[in-house]
């Protein structure tokens, strides 16, 4: 260990934390006991949307979260084994989602192509398509039938079947072997091996996926087991389809080929292990996710539980070998791009938009003997709803800033902001993860064996704005005082501090043109490329025109034709700008967009104006709800109904009330935030409603609001312990029946 005295304060590990790290290894008194066997600690990091470790540059805050807790975790290569020979330490690390997958994980050891011309991956991807989209939806007996003599098929229920889901299904299949067999010819690796079928493995959760859409929409069941086999399994196959951040986004592709790798180096690690020492006292999983790599994290630990259990869902073992799920660290995790639009399931082709990742299992098992999940506080994007664990196990907490604060990723001086707010979360989280009992280092260790990682996660450095200077935990601490760091997710305090300070920001003209001039700076330069593109496009058109009024002989000449060529070069150039830049679109520039700062401006006005209606309502839904039995009338419940839900609409809600009371605190200067609070915000905290043009003109509400949830995971623990209870007694009949056998093999034995 390093010399905790040379650190500075900040990045000294506390001594709740160093209590943790020594009650988490006090059962464990033969770790260092080498004949006893091995103890194999196995980290697994699946990185957030778009994020990619080896193409993110590591100098800079582009490098996320997950990238550095994985530089943290201590390997095969570490010397310190050297001292204990029986401690085996395997990071695997799963770049994000939309971007290609990492070689290490696509091509380790035990996965490799399925054969070695190209000519025979197409042939060998067509086939397998064919095959296996068959075996999943059952096409094929589905097809026999049709030949089949009248007894075995009554016809009208053929008729139906056609009707209802043969022909979305096969045609499903149909394209899928379309697109398998224009995969190009060096695709490198279109499927696994053929002996692992993965196809099949993706299949089935397409039927997952079937069944979980038909709980909510039952007339769709012939398209829904389309879209499960053709995007699930077609573009899950096809790495240029897959691994496109589009697509990703839309169709929720890729996760299929990370689980399937991070399944395979699980396997792969424990051979080695085993292969240099055969006892083995346990496996230590650690398993780390942001954004949408959380959704790869939990449908891991989840597999794990059901490939591995022995008696109970908490027991676990491979080859007898005990398991133990360690910890479980999510970072702001997101499991869908939007609320769900049932509309979209009846749409062809919008109907393969993958809204959410509900049908995967998202709960935490009870074998995770540790989960903690934090969430950003002022994620306001509609794309980027939480996915709470409220409804499974987990400790949830909460921090200032949006989601890039907290997974880290987002690029250094972006948007005006720095990025140092991420090493927060970032710190929290190696702690827990030590406390746990996972393979990571503490800052001391870092310090001394890997200086440069320990350079990602220092809070020593002071933060300055050119007046005065910072250091980030002081910021942090003053913001705490005023909402402390709770467990929970209290979304409601976190936004009323910001809406006090963005109150303040927003009086001041200084301030609002350094954050929004570079957005409309970009949004002006587009508009200025699409006008010189309509120019130089009517240009041309001129001049082509010109070009063919010139007789024949004339129109080759190189002085007459010079105008037209350079006007062409230009339109070509303008086109590929266009094409490149991707931010702002055709469509989105169709819409009127109005300055943030106006909307803020009509937003807050409205709000407060309603607000001063709030007595006078509240006094209506009063009378309205007590009606007036003075009078003869006879009741009518509808009639009421209908006047108390006018009544309400018209109402804020308790939460509207309470955001805008904390933003007219802010206004009239009453209730002043502390200067180190309004400092995080002016310099930490991104915040892409006030930055992006583009997500704000999407959302319909800006900051009188909280964020969005889900909650796809979801634990029924009564009924758990309900099946540990019988999971239990089943294992104790097992064990009586097998020591029956026992006995009367010996009684057999001890007779002949």
Known sequence: MGDPTQLDPSDRTPLKVLDGILAAHKPYKKDDCIPCGAVIKMGFFFDGFGRNRDHDDPSTSRYSNICRLWEAHRDMRDTR???MLNQFWYPFYYSGLGTELNKDAANNEIISAAVKTATAVGKSAANSAKSTAQKVVGVDKVLDLKNAPGKAAKSAALEALDEMSLRPVAKAYAELVAEAKKAPAKVGRVLTMAWDDRWVTRGKAAVRATLFDLKKNPLK???????GVFVGVAMDSIPQVRDNAAVSSLFGTGVEDRLHAALKQFEAAYRDAKAKMSTVQRIE???FGADRGAVLARVFVNELVRRYKRRRDDDLAIEGDAIEIRFLGLLDAVSS????????????????????????????????????????????????????????????????????????GAPEGSMGFRAELQRVALRDMLNEALMAGAAVDMMEDLSKYKPRTYDKFTLASPISDGKASYKLPDLIAAYRALVPRDKGLNFQAHMQVFLRWLAVRYQDPAFRASITAPAEQKLADWRAL??????????????????????????????????????????????????????????????????????????????????????????????????????????????????????????????????????????SGKKPLPPQVMALFDLLVHDTMLTSWHD???????????????????SDLEKEAKQRVEDERNAQRVDELLREANKANTRAAAGS
């Open 221 to 227: 069941a012939g398209w829904s087991v389309a879209k």
């Open 81 to 83: 084994r050297q001292k």
């Open 337 to 408: 791009i939007m609320a769900e639009n049932k509309l979209l399931d009846f749409l062809p082709l919008v109907n393969m938009i993958k809204q959410n990742y509900g049908d995967r299992p998202l709960g935490v098992p009870q074998a995770v003997q540790k989960c903690v999940h934090f969430a950003a506080a002022h994620e306001l994007r509609f794309y980027q709803r939480l996915d709470s664990l409220e409804k499974t196990r987990g400790d949830q907490y909460l921090y200032p800033g949006t989601s890039e604060d907290i997974t880290g």
């Open 285 to 287: 999983v650690s398993v």
């Open 696 to 714: 704000h003109v999407l959302s319909s509400t800006l900051y009188f609001q909280t964020r969005a949830t889900d909650t796809f995971g979801k």
């Open 530 to 667: 699409l006008a010189e593109k309509a120019d130089t496009q009517q240009k041309l058109r001129i001049e082509h025109e010109r070009l063919e009024s010139l007789p024949e002989s004339e129109r080759s000449k190189p002085a007459n034709r010079a105008s037209f060529e350079s006007l062409l070069a230009r339109y070509k150039q303008l086109e590929a700008r266009r094409q490149q830049d991707l931010i702002p679109t055709d469509e989105a520039l169709a819409r009127p967009v109005v300055h943030v700062w106006e909307r803020i401006d009509r937003e807050s006005a409205d709000l407060v104006k309603r607000m001063s209606r709030q007595p006078e309502l509240e006094a209506r839904l009063k009378r309205v709800q007590s009606r007036d039995t003075s009078m003869d009338l006879p009741y009518d419940p509808d009639i009421t109904g209908a006047a108390e839900g006018i009544v309400r609409q018209e109402m804020l809600t308790p939460e509207q009330v309470a955001l805008v009371g904390a933003w007219q605190e802010g206004a």
